[in-house]
């Protein structure tokens, strides 16, 4: 990987997409431009993400800004098929606010992923994109996926038509197998390794660190259980509700935090920071505020014994 640099903390543009409810051309952009006043310089999108929306949004807001000021990364694998008599229909089999107009169809072969990336380019009026993720692989196929989609990114690089290459996933599986191909710079390891639960460090963060892949951590909040001081029983994890015993943990470690002054949301942004293979944290976000508050969160003092104590009363790994 040539050097990149990532910034501490990134924005996922899921939101922009429609994710959930819909948003408004000015909304999204407004969200965006707070992004960018609070120091956010790293933007992560996806096809998926509202059927191409939020690459033609994030594309148009970042016309405005010059190019060697950010970093932009999205996703291969689905291709998006139009699918007119769809557009009666929202897409909300897979979360997203829009007219099912199209449909994703899987692609992990090397015409597909070129095709893929020629496509975000052509939504999001870019020149380039600086990091380009395989996108779920375990979803389709994953050994398509480890002999065919990454020896195709792996040659987009080398081609020096992008700076970085990974997998994103919340597959835990497809994270180690995709470390050990020895081909990335990056995996977007998404709810897996979070203040939480930590499943990604048995195997998926030693990999990382024997293979030189450095990690880029999603979903740090657990789709919404750490976004909050005071978790409760209507708690969200995994777009659900939330196992009993993982909320009572939860709830220990807010209680820690309180002891020591710290916000539980500051502290879920900022307890995988103190991993060196850990590169950035990539967050969500549907309002300015959020992004303002996350931006403060990231920037704010924890001292060491909160992690100590959190370890001591076994609420995290020592």
Same mark, same amino acid.
């Given at each position: 990987m040539s050097e990149l640099h990532l910034p501490r903390l990134g924005y996922g543009a899921a939101n922009v997409g429609n994710l959930f409810r819909a948003l408004s051309d000015d909304a999204a952009w407004e969200i965006l431009q707070a992004a960018w006043d609070v120091g956010i310089?790293?933007?992560?999108?996806?096809?998926?993400?509202?059927?191409?929306? !939020?690459?033609? &949004?994030?594309?148009?807001?970042?016309?405005?800004?010059? &190019?060697?000021?950010?970093?932009? !990364?999205?996703?291969?694998? &689905?291709?998006?098929?139009?699918y007119p008599e769809g557009a009666v229909e929202l897409d909300s089999e897979n979360d997203f606010a829009v007219p099912a107009d199209h449909r994703r169809v899987w692609d992990f072969s090397a015409v597909g992923i070129r095709s893929s990336v020629e496509e975000s380019l052509e939504r999001t009026g870019l020149d380039r994109f600086d990091i380009l993720y395989l996108h779920d692989p375990e979803r389709h196929d994953l050994q398509e996926g480890l002999d065919v989609a990454i020896p195709a990114l792996a040659h987009f690089r080398d081609q020096g038509m992008t700076r970085a290459i990974g997998v994103g996933s919340m597959d835990t599986d497809a994270?180690?197998?995709?470390?050990?191909?020895?081909?990335?710079?990056?995996?977007?390891?998404a709810g &897996?390794?979070?203040?939480?639960?930590?499943?990604?460090?048995?195997?998926?963060?030693?990999?990382?660190?024997?293979?030189?892949v450095g990690i880029v951590n999603a979903s740090v909040f657990n789709s919404g259980m750490l976004a909050t001081d005071t978790p409760g029983a209507d708690a969200r994890y995994e777009y659900g509700d939330v196992p009993q015993p993982l909320l009572e943990r939860v709830q220990a470690i807010a209680a820690v935090c309180r002891e020591f002054e710290v916000s539980l949301p500051a502290a879920a942004l900022q307890y995988t920071l103190r991993d060196d293979t850990v590169r950035s944290i990539v967050v969500g976000g549907s309002k300015p505020q959020q992004l303002e508050q996350n931006a403060e969160r990231i920037a704010a003092p924890i001292p060491d014994e909160l992690w100590?104590?959190?370890?001591?009363?076994?609420?995290i790994p020592a």
């Amino acid at each position: 990987m040539s050097e990149l640099h990532l910034p501490r903390l990134g924005y996922g543009a899921a939101n922009v997409g429609n994710l959930f409810r819909a948003l408004s051309d000015d909304a999204a952009w407004e969200i965006l431009q707070a992004a960018w006043d609070v120091g956010i310089r790293y933007f992560d999108t996806a096809p998926h993400y509202g059927l191409g929306l !939020s690459e033609r &949004r994030l594309g148009a807001f970042l016309a405005t800004k010059p &190019r060697d000021q950010f970093v932009v !990364s999205t996703k291969v694998g &689905r291709l998006l098929e139009p699918y007119p008599e769809g557009a009666v229909e929202l897409d909300s089999e897979n979360d997203f606010a829009v007219p099912a107009d199209h449909r994703r169809v899987w692609d992990f072969s090397a015409v597909g992923i070129r095709s893929s990336v020629e496509e975000s380019l052509e939504r999001t009026g870019l020149d380039r994109f600086d990091i380009l993720y395989l996108h779920d692989p375990e979803r389709h196929d994953l050994q398509e996926g480890l002999d065919v989609a990454i020896p195709a990114l792996a040659h987009f690089r080398d081609q020096g038509m992008t700076r970085a290459i990974g997998v994103g996933s919340m597959d835990t599986d497809a994270l180690l197998a995709s470390a050990n191909t020895g081909a990335l710079d990056l995996l977007m390891v998404a709810g &897996r390794y979070t203040l939480a639960e930590q499943p990604a460090l048995a195997e998926v963060v030693p990999a990382c660190r024997a293979n030189g892949v450095g990690i880029v951590n999603a979903s740090v909040f657990n789709s919404g259980m750490l976004a909050t001081d005071t978790p409760g029983a209507d708690a969200r994890y995994e777009y659900g509700d939330v196992p009993q015993p993982l909320l009572e943990r939860v709830q220990a470690i807010a209680a820690v935090c309180r002891e020591f002054e710290v916000s539980l949301p500051a502290a879920a942004l900022q307890y995988t920071l103190r991993d060196d293979t850990v590169r950035s944290i990539v967050v969500g976000g549907s309002k300015p505020q959020q992004l303002e508050q996350n931006a403060e969160r990231i920037a704010a003092p924890i001292p060491d014994e909160l992690w100590s104590t959190l370890a001591e009363r076994g609420l995290i790994p020592a």
